[in-house]
C-alpha cells in the first residue's frame, strides 16, 4: 500500500478533456487550446495562485504535442542544471524529436543570472519555455524574458469545479470506487482547501483514511475532526499561506507588535521566503502607515534590501526589528486613499487637458501659442510658495488627500491650510 501514490497523484488528468477549470483558456475554441490544436505555441508564463493546474496543464501540452519534456523547479535548481537542461534539449531537437518544452515551476525564484542563463535558450528556438509562478510576472521575470513569453492567467478553481472534482474522484478513482463513500456535506473539505485543487484531494484522502471502512459518509464534522489534526501548521503553497499572511498584515495595521512577531515566526518557521514578507512590508509601509511616519518606508526599503543580501537565519532578526517598529508606528491610510480617488476622478472624467501655463514649451510656437505663459516659479517667491491653479480647469478645488489625524499629519493639514485657505477645505 506505500508505493501506491496519493489521490492528487493518481486523479491527475492526462488530455485537455479531462482537465478542470480554465475555460478561458483551454475551453472549446479558446486562445490556448487553439494554439494547442494548431501544434503551435509560444513560449508562455502561466500565472495563478496554487492548486490551479499550472504544472498538470504545461504536461498536457507537451503530451497533445508528442514533445520531449523537461520539469525543472526554481527551488532546487541553478545555473548549472539549466544549462545541462538546455544542453540536452538542443541535441534531441537536433535529432529531430521536435522543439523540447522546458518547464520551470516558481520561476518567480530564479535570479536574473539564471533567467538569463534562458534567455539566449528561447531566442534560439532550442526549447519552449512553460514557467510557473504564483506571483506577478511583471515585477519577478526579467523584461527581455518576458517580452518573449505570452502571459496566461489562470484563475481559481469555482466551488463547482471543486464539488465536481471531488464526485469524479471517490466515483473513478480505483481505490476510492471500491468503497461507499458519500459526501453529505462539502463545506469543510473547499474551506480546508483554500480554492487548491491538490490540497482538496489531500485533505479528501486523509478524511477518509482517517474516518476508515467501506461505508463513509463525509461531514463538515467528521472532515475537520480527522483532517485538520493532519494538516501542516503552515503551508506556503496553500490557504494558509494567504490566511497567515493577512493575519500579519492586520496584526500590524493594528498596531499589536506581538500578534505581528508571533505571525512572523509562523511564516519564518514554515520556510516562507523572507523577500516575500519583506514586499508586503514595503507596501504596507505606505498603504498604513504613509505620512503618518515616513521614516516606516524607508526601514521597509532597508530591510528589503537587507534580507535579500543576509539570508536566513539572520534575516529573521532584520524581519522583527522592521515589524516590530511598524507595528508599534502612528498609522494612516491617507495616501492610499488619495490614489484611489486620484485613479477614480481621472476614469470617470477622461483627459482632461493641461492647463496652458503648466505646459512644457520647447519650441517658438509652443510659447507663441501660450504654453507655459504666466506659470510662477514657487521658488522665487516668499516660503517657496505662490497660489496658483495645478488641477484641470474642471476639477479646481477637488481635494483628493486628506491628511490623517495624526501628529505628523496634523502638521501637514495645517501647512496645506496655511498656503491654500479655503480652497481646497483643508
Known amino acids: 500500500m506505500q508505493n501506491i501514490p496519493p489521490l492528487a ?9 479531462e482537465y478542470v477549470g480554465q475555460k478561458h483558456l483551454v475551453g472549446k475554441d479558446a486562445v490556448l487550446r487553439k494554439a494547442i490544436e494548431s501544434g503551435r505555441i509560444p ?29 525543472l523547479s526554481a527551488i532546487n535548481s541553478g545555473v548549472k542544471e539549466v544549462r545541462e537542461v538546455i544542453d540536452k534539449a538542443a541535441a ?3 535529432s529531430f524529436m521536435g522543439q523540447p518544452i522546458l518547464f520551470i515551476d516558481e520561476i518567480h525564484r530564479f535570479s536574473k543570472s539564471q533567467q538569463d542563463s534562458l534567455l539566449g535558450a528561447v531566442e534560439r528556438g532550442l526549447v519552449t519555455l512553460i514557467g510557473a509562478t504564483t506571483e506577478n510576472p511583471s515585477f519577478e521575470v526579467i523584461s527581455a524574458l ?3 513569453c505570452q502571459v496566461y492567467i489562470l484563475q481559481n478553481l469555482s466551488e463547482d469545479e471543486l464539488v465536481g472534482l471531488l464526485n469524479t474522484a471517490i466515483q473513478k478513482d480505483e481505490i476510492l470506487s471500491a468503497k461507499k463513500i458519500t459526501i453529505k456535506e462539502h463545506e469543510a473539505l473547499i474551506r480546508l482547501s483554500g480554492g487548491d485543487a491538490r490540497r482538496l484531494l489531500n485533505v479528501l484522502e486523509i478524511a477518509i483514511n482517517g474516518i476508515g471502512g467501506d461505508v463513509i459518509e463525509l461531514t463538515n464534522e467528521n472532515v475537520l475532526a480527522h483532517a485538520q489534526q493532519n494538516m501542516a501548521l503552515y503551508d506556503k503553497a496553500g490557504e494558509q499561506h494567504y490566511d497567515i499572511i493577512s493575519a500579519f498584515i492586520k496584526s500590524i495595521r493594528g498596531s499589536d507588535p506581538n ?7 509562523r511564516m519564518i518557521e514554515g520556510g516562507e521566503d523572507p523577500s516575500f514578507i519583506a514586499r508586503r512590508l514595503l507596501i504596507l509601509a505606505s498603504e498604513d502607515i504613509g505620512n503618518a511616519n515616513p521614516n516606516a518606508l524607508l526601514l521597509a526599503n532597508n530591510c528589503f534590501q537587507a534580507v535579500n543580501v543576509i539570508g536566513y537565519p539572520e534575516a529573521r532578526i532584520i524581519l522583527s ?9 502612528a498609522k494612516s491610510n491617507a495616501a492610499y486613499e488619495a490614489i484611489n480617488k486620484a485613479q477614480a476622478l481621472v476614469r470617470q472624467t477622461g483627459d482632461l487637458p493641461v492647463p496652458l501655463h503648466l505646459r512644457n514649451a520647447p519650441t517658438k510656437l509652443m510659447k507663441n501659442i501660450g504654453y507655459g505663459k504666466e506659470y510662477k516659479y514657487a521658488h522665487a517667491y516668499e516660503g ?28 501637514l493639514r495645517e501647512k496645506l491650510k496655511q498656503n491654500w485657505g479655503n480652497k481646497y477645505q483643508y
Not at 526589528?321 to 508606528?329: H, K
Open 9 to 17: 497523484e493518481r486523479m491527475r488528468p492526462q488530455n485537455l478533456d
Open 43 to 71: 513560449s508562455m508564463i502561466f500565472w495563478g495562485p496554487p492548486g490551479v493546474g499550472k504544472t498538470t496543464l504545461a504536461t498536457i501540452i507537451s503530451h497533445s504535442l508528442d514533445r520531449p519534456f523537461f520539469n
Open 384 to 411: 517657496n510658495f505662490v497660489e496658483q491653479e495645478f488641477m484641470p480647469e474642471n476639477l479646481s478645488g477637488t481635494k483628493l488627500y486628506d491628511p490623517g489625524k495624526n501628529a505628523a499629519e496634523e502638521k
Open 92 to 94: 534531441l531537437k537536433d
Open 259 to 265: 500578534a505581528a512577531v508571533y505571525w512572523l515566526a
Open 146 to 148: 518576458l517580452s518573449r
Open 321 to 329: 526589528q522592521c515589524v516590530t517598529y511598524m507595528a508599534s508606528s
